[in-house]
Nanobody, 119 residues
Framework: QVTLVESGGGSVQAGGSLRLSCTSS????????MAWFRQALGKEREAVAT????????RYTDSVKGRFTISQDVAENTVYLQMSSLKPEDTAMYYC????????????WGQGTQVTVSS
């Protein structure tokens, strides 16, 4: 059984930082795609950052470029999202997800961790 467990969310003032963690079990990172998504109240879910665990290549949505960094610890089966210079508009539930490189959709999802940024 594959599980993804996020942690690290919380409340922070604008300009602050948080680091989210996503630890997977029953799922070998190998060469896969891991991603962080977020969904704010009343808005659609959006992909924030992705990482190809084999190549280490990363991609970011424009609104977080230069502020967020996705990384991985292969030995710990963990993917991180370092968030800096947080803004109130970053407030959302953040989800970790995983898929095979050839799959179109993310198959495995975590339960989410809330990030709240106050002005």
């Amino acid at each position: 059984q594959v599980t993804l467990v996020e942690s690290g969310g919380g409340s922070v003032q604008a300009g602050g930082s948080l680091r989210l963690s996503c630890t997977s079990s029953g799922y070998r990172h190998g060469s896969n795609c891991m991603a962080w998504f977020r969904q704010a109240l009343g808005k659609e879910r959006e992909a924030v950052a992705t990482i190809h665990t084999g190549r280490g290549s990363t991609r970011y949505t424009d609104s977080v470029k230069g502020r967020f960094t996705i990384s991985q610890d292969v030995a710990e089966n963990t993917v991180y999202l370092q968030m800096s210079s947080l803004k109130p508009e970053d407030t959302a539930m953040y989800y970790c997800a995983a898929r095979s490189p050839w799959a179109r959709d993310y198959k495995f999802w975590g339960q989410g961790t809330q990030v709240t940024v106050s002005s």
